[in-house]
């Protein structure tokens, strides 16, 4: 039963280089997310994505990208990684495509960008 | 666009006291509205949602909120904290203006459970 699954746990990345948070999912989602949060400021969605070959920019994506190739997998990139990226990250993912259902979170990557 | 104000980014309650977290919602439309609660090193959880029907919502570990229209307000109670309850907990609405896709969360609100 592993429900939402993300990797790594802990990051630690120097300025510039680039990395993927790995997300997987084995309820059969549709709807998948990405959100960052930071003290005092709550979850920020990232980029979200509504099934395979779909995917929309949320509130905060700039320096983020995303693909959804698999109903599975939600990969979230760092291109050129930033101080401003140190964050925890949660991927999450629902059934359906509109929010009346629950959703379900992972553990979270705690990224430390120096 | 909608948007969630937790009052209080900390509440502290002795063990058996009432739990009262608050969170007003801004929506131009009837949202849905949830609760999340977040362990120490844990991702979110689901305490309670609102849809549609009954405002009074019942959750999992003796939590409930009531939605009041009036007020838009969805506040989240407990009637005897446990030090169990000691958690983040987020507010958080999605709007169905814009085809309820996107889940907006308040800042959050950390419980501290004295002994």
């Known amino acids: 039963n592993a429900g939402v699954t993300q990797t790594p746990k802990f990051q630690v990345l120097k300025t510039g280089q680039s990395m993927t948070l790995q997300c997987a999912q084995d309820?059969?989602?549709?709807?998948m997310s990405w959100y960052r949060q930071d003290p005092g400021m709550g979850l920020r969605l990232i980029h979200y994505s509504v099934g395979a070959g779909i995917t929309d920019q949320g509130e905060v994506p700039n320096g983020y990208n995303v693909s959804r190739s698999t109903t599975e997998d939600f990969p979230l990139r760092l291109l050129s990684a930033a101080p401003s990226q140190t964050s925890v990250y949660f991927c999450a993912s629902r059934w359906g495509q509109t929010m009346n259902t629950e959703a379900f979170f992972g553990q979270g990557t705690r990224l430390t960008v120096v | 666009a909608q948007s969630v104000t937790q009052l209080g980014s900390h509440v502290s309650v002795s063990e058996g006291a009432l739990v009262l977290l608050r969170c007003n919602y801004s929506?131009?439309?009837?949202?849905?509205l949830f609760w999340y609660v977040q362990y120490p090193n844990q991702g979110l959880q689901l305490l309670l949602k609102y849809t549609t029907g009954a405002t009074l919502v019942k959750g999992i570990n003796g939590f409930e909120a009531e939605f009041k229209k009036s007020e838009t307000s969805f506040h989240l109670t407990k009637p005897s904290a446990h030090m169990s309850d000691a958690a983040e907990y987020f507010c958080?609405?999605?709007?169905?203006?814009?085809?309820?896709?996107?889940?907006?969360f308040g800042q959050g609100t950390r419980l501290t459970i004295n002994p």
């Open positions: 309820m059969n989602h549709e709807y």
């Open positions: 958080a609405v999605s709007d169905r203006s814009q085809g309820a896709q996107k889940l907006v």
């Open positions: 929506s131009s439309v009837p949202p849905y």
